[in-house]
């Protein structure tokens, strides 16, 4: 029994640990996942769960991440590259796995992990808008120039994790859930309305790609469970015109937008490339299509897709070279890679997480995996300590969570 209560207690501090580290500390957040695999390794039930895992397509899948990666080396030339990116993906390998090592992991553990994130984050968004509203006029201005509100952290990833928490707080409200009154239900729904607005004010084109996302996930989920058409008809105008409205009266949203045409105008006359971000995402997701495109079934491998990205940069777009990127698009970036197989095998891990028990009926679990996927369209996610470990840290705890089915 203390040995269960060690490995219990032990692992809930160490997801809280990689979650707070997600906004304030990447020490913090990596401690939280050595830990987690501390407590995998260290368990008298290390071999009846390394059985579990090897029996668990969702988990499997995940580690297969790892796996695709690996693999490249064996036509990979610039080794080197290639351990940083097998060091970037390791979570994928160790966190399927060592998230088994928490015995007990029912509603009473995942609701309140949840919640408590949600909260931090609203937190963080109260303070990003505090520090909007003190500087307002210079905030106004420097989004007509590209430029966005405070964030912990880079703005693209600080987005995703505010939209999980509008499918977090949605979520919550519709299971009734509250930690010791009622109200704190009204608390729930009121904070998730207010994230929405915040998304638009941040103006961060892969968050809100991905809040629409996820609402019409809400939609289409809300038509299938209660087969109200009609309602579900309005609720797509209203969400359709609620975009339309934000687009023109949040200044902030307005600025954005009109700075985005502009860059796109730009990049399409071939002007000022090097001073625009958008040129450098359209460049490295063509440079992405055509290296697939010369190595069709198994890619360059993962070793080399920085220094061939880089030569077609070179040769189409020296004026870029200031800043070196791999393709801006997750499944751009494993199809020149990994080739066509690599591709396969990365939308089967991640479709895995998403169908496993069905979990697409759970309305947060469902949600979660619909914004990731949007974002995986749009930028390379999972290239970065950060946006690993937002995916890697909720996808390993919903398997875990429905894994509580069986008993």
Request: hydrophobic share 55%.
């Amino acid at each position: 029994m203390y040995k269960w209560f060690n490995h219990q207690v032990l692992g809930i501090i160490s997801i809280l640990m990689v979650l707070t580290g997600l906004l304030f500390s990447e020490m913090l957040m990596s401690s939280g996942m050595i830990g987690l695999m501390i407590i995998a390794v260290f368990n008298r039930n290390i071999k009846h769960n390394f059985y579990t895992f090897l029996q668990n397509p969702a988990l499997l899948g995940l580690a297969g991440i790892f796996g695709i990666v690996l693999m490249s080396g064996l036509w990979s030339s610039n080794g080197a590259w290639l351990m940083n990116r097998l060091q970037m993906k390791l979570p994928f390998l160790l966190l399927p796995f060592a998230i088994l090592a928490i015995p007990k992991f029912d509603k009473k553990v995942y609701f309140p992990i949840l919640a408590g994130f949600f909260y931090l984050v609203s937190v963080v968004c109260a303070y990003s808008i505090i520090h909007f509203i003190l500087n307002y006029d210079i905030m106004i201005e420097g989004y007509k120039q590209g430029h966005v509100l405070f964030t912990p952290v880079m703005h693209i990833r600080f987005s995703l994790m505010v939209v999980i928490c509008v499918a977090i707080g949605w979520y919550l409200y519709q299971e009734k859930y509250y930690l010791k009154y009622s109200i704190e239900q009204i608390i729930i729904l009121i904070i998730t309305i207010l994230l929405i607005l915040y998304l638009h004010i941040l103006a961060v084109r892969t968050g809100l790609v991905s809040l629409y996302g996820v609402l019409a996930f809400f939609i289409v989920y809300y038509i299938l469970k209660t087969k109200r058409y009609i309602l579900g008809i309005g609720l797509t105008v209203f969400m359709i015109a609620g975009l339309a409205l934000a687009i023109r009266f949040v200044p902030t949203l307005w600025n954005k937008t009109g700075y985005m045409l502009w860059s796109l105008e730009q990049i399409a006359q071939g002007k000022r490339l090097a001073d625009l971000s958008d040129s450098y995402r359209l460049a490295t997701v063509e440079a992405g299509i055509q290296l697939g495109n010369q190595h069709p079934i198994i890619g360059i491998g993962w070793g080399d897709i920085k220094d061939e990205t880089q030569n077609y940069l070179q040769q189409k777009y020296p004026e870029l070279l200031s800043v070196i990127y791999t393709p801006q698009s997750e499944y751009v970036l494993f199809y020149a890679a990994s080739g066509i197989i690599g591709l396969l095998i990365f939308i089967w891990a991640t479709l895995q997480a998403l169908f496993y028990k069905k979990s697409y009926q759970n309305l947060f679990i469902g949600a979660f995996h619909i914004l990731m996927i949007l974002s995986f369209i749009v930028e390379q996610t999972i290239e970065t300590q950060l946006g690993t470990a937002i995916y890697i840290i909720f996808a390993v705890m919903n398997i875990r969570f429905q894994m509580e089915s069986d008993k």
